[in-house]
């Protein structure tokens, strides 16, 4: 009730107490004017103890007033009347005082609500802060103890999953273009979106958020089924998601996935969490390619060792280029690769070994002004075409992938050219380039070694 209608309320009661005090008085006399207490308690339990008072000293004129009205003849007795009229002020007091004293009983009720509220508020957030603390140390502890990220990842996703209640949790990585991601570790795998499958970046909703280094927040997956990735989702019972990206000095390296079956599903109060172990994942996922790379180094070497010394033990120019392909076949894991040979009389490619090519015929043949190789062979330098799909001089053979053209030199001629493909595009990188390049140079060299032998 606001103050005006307190107001309002006092004001009646006055005006009805002047009203019936004609009547009133008709019927028992003088005694009416005892009447006058009613709006007095009013004023005083309405507006307070001031008013109450207030109300109880004008409580003597007024009477004075009515029975001047009616020709009391007790008008004369000006004692009773200041007596009654003090009695009037001693109740208003009363009732206006405990009026007071009942409201700041409620205040004080309500402030000390409000207080619990608050003291419930940071326990829970102390408490949720705890558990949170305690999810990020199990997660550094199953980050630390893992030599790969994907072997840690149960225990992440068990421990993500406690705090937020999401049904699906997946890790993807970029390439180095950051054109395509890679599902790295997923602990729901759907034919659409498994382990291991690969998507452009154009075809998430996510990718300009999560590149620019802030978290992609979707409260409903409804709403960006236009896109294949989000579609995939929303069609595996999903509803909404959050994409929380990673971060290795200040580059962008992927993202952590967590998705829901309800709408807003994700409480905004864990992307504090949600940070510390993306950074945590980052730094073991740097930590993994460092290590990686290093033993994929040391591999590469001994391996380049070993092609080095079977080289040497042939003079034969077939031979050569069998050991070549099986050697960066079957020890280096290029799938799909092949050695051609010019054919100094038709000028065509001759295909002499190769390994992943199933429907190449035996020695193959491919004329001038045909397929992707040809370019090493004119120029005498490694060509790369990240996605053959684009470029029209691809002879039809793998329909989808990468492909590297490295020349083989025999000082300023080039006999032949070392031909390496795969399924993904943008699968090779500088270092499988080295490779290559080593590769067939030593190739170069047992082939100048076989054809001087023959010579002589």
């Known amino acids: 009730m606001n103050q005006r209608t307190r107001i309002y309320l006092v004001m009646g009661s006055v005006v009805a107490y002047v009203l019936s005090f004609v009547p009133i008085y008709s019927a028992v006399g003088g005694v009416a004017g005892s009447l006058t207490v009613l709006p007095v308690v009013t004023a005083g339990w309405l507006l307070g103890l001031s008013t109450g008072v207030l109300f109880g000293l004008l409580s003597l004129p007024l009477n004075f007033l009515l029975y001047a009205l009616v020709r009391d003849p007790g008008l004369t007795k000006l004692t009773s009347l200041a007596l009654a009229s003090l009695a009037c002020t001693v109740v208003g007091a009363a009732v206006g005082g405990l009026k007071q004293l009942l409201d700041q009983v409620k205040e004080r009720?309500?402030?000390l609500a409000r207080e619990r509220e608050v003291l419930k508020e940071q326990i829970a957030e102390r408490k949720r802060a705890e558990e949170e603390?305690?999810?990020?140390?199990?997660i550094l502890h199953s980050l630390n103890a893992a030599m790969d990220v994907t072997e840690a990842f149960p225990a992440v996703v068990a421990s993500l999953k406690a705090i937020t209640g999401c049904e699906r949790i997946s890790l993807a990585l970029f390439d180095e273009s950051r054109e395509w991601f890679t599902i790295v570790a997923l602990d729901q795998p759907r034919a659409a979106l498994s382990q291991g499958s690969r998507?452009?970046?154009?075809?998430?909703?996510?990718?300009?958020?999560?590149?620019?280094?802030?978290?992609?927040l979707t409260p409903d997956l409804a709403t960006e089924a236009d896109f294949p990735a989000e579609r995939a989702l929303y069609q595996a019972g999903h509803r909404s998601r959050i994409n929380v990206p990673l971060r290795v000095r200040k580059q962008v390296i992927g993202a952590l996935n967590l998705a829901w079956s309800r709408p807003a599903g994700c409480d905004v109060m864990h992307l504090p969490l949600f940070g510390q172990i993306t950074d945590a994942i980052a730094l073991a996922v740097e930590r993994s390619r460092l290590l990686e790379a290093a033993q994929q180094q040391?591999?590469?070497?001994?391996?380049?060792?070993?092609?080095?010394?079977?080289?040497t033990a042939t003079l034969d120019e077939v031979e050569i280029c069998q050991r070549v392909v099986h050697g960066l076949h079957d020890t280096l894991g290029y799938d799909y690769l092949g050695v051609f040979l010019v054919d100094e009389a038709t000028g065509e490619r001759v295909l002499q070994a190769s390994a992943g090519w199933t429907n190449a015929p035996p020695n193959w043949r491919?004329?001038?002004?045909?397929?992707?190789?040809?370019?090493?062979?004119?120029?005498?330098?490694?060509?790369?075409?990240?996605?053959?799909?684009?470029d029209p001089h691809y002879v039809p053979g793998l329909n989808s992938g990468a492909e590297v053209d490295v020349p083989l030199r025999i000082g300023e001629q080039v006999p032949g050219v070392l031909a390496v493909e795969s399924l993904?595009?943008?699968a090779f990188d500088q270092n499988d380039f080295a490779v290559l390049t080593a590769a067939a140079n030593q190739a170069s060299v047992?082939?100048?070694r076989a054809r001087e032998h023959r010579a002589g």
């Not at 603390?133 to 199990?138: A, C, K, L, N, Y």
């Not at 491919?366 to 684009?390: F, K, M, N």
Request: proline share 7%.
């Open 298 to 311: 040391a591999r590469q070497q001994a391996a380049l060792f070993r092609l080095s010394a079977e080289l």
């Open 366 to 390: 491919i004329p001038p002004g045909h397929g992707l190789s040809e370019r090493a062979l004119l120029d005498g330098q490694l060509h790369y075409t990240p996605d053959v799909t684009r």
């Open 133 to 138: 603390s305690q999810v990020v140390g199990q």
């Open 424 to 426: 993904q595009p943008n």
């Open 199 to 216: 998507m452009r970046l154009s075809d998430t909703a996510a990718a300009e958020d999560v590149l620019a280094g802030r978290p992609h």
């Open 109 to 111: 009720s309500r402030e």
């Open 446 to 448: 047992a082939m100048e």
